[in-house]
């Protein structure tokens, strides 16, 4: 039985679209863990700022392949955005003092419309930054603003009706269209 044939079956017998599997999500996670080092590879330390919940946990996986593959120092920080009201204060685990002049890479699960990463981008830039890239790890082609992903895992062509959903659970893990 292929690799194939067995992922679609597991994926239609959970009755949704599977994108990308465990070991799929961890190669992408892997490679843009390379691309963020080799934009940072003069640094010294670098912050990963995950927006909360799935962001933040890609940006911890990303941490843990960056510490493998280098000896840069990786500070995570959490970006709290309300979801519905970008335009609500948004906060983060770090001091500012703490982010100002370093690398920083601003990290989310999904680049839907382009609101919650723009809103994000929004409040680092009132910061000194070395540098500032965003990365997701499923960026759809339906932004409403410009903004862009510099690291991203896939990008997929869906429709206004579609919705992708990242589930990080061990070796569960999936990224489904529903």
Known sequence: MSFIYLKKKICMALAQNCILNHQEIDHKIKRIAYQIYETNVDQKEIVLAGIESNGYVLAEKIRHQLEEISEIKVL????KINKKNPTATITTSLKREEYSNKSLVLVDDVLHSGTTL???VKHFLDSPLTQFKTA?????????????????GISL???????????FDGRNSK???V
């Open 76 to 79: 995570l920080c959490t970006v």
């Open 118 to 120: 723009i809103y994000g």
């Open 136 to 152: 997701v790890l499923v960026n759809r082609n339906h932004k409403k603003y410009p903004i862009k992903a510099d690291f991203k």
């Open 157 to 167: 062509s869906t429709s206004l009706n579609e919705h992708i959903d990242v589930v």
């Open 175 to 177: 990224v489904v269209l």
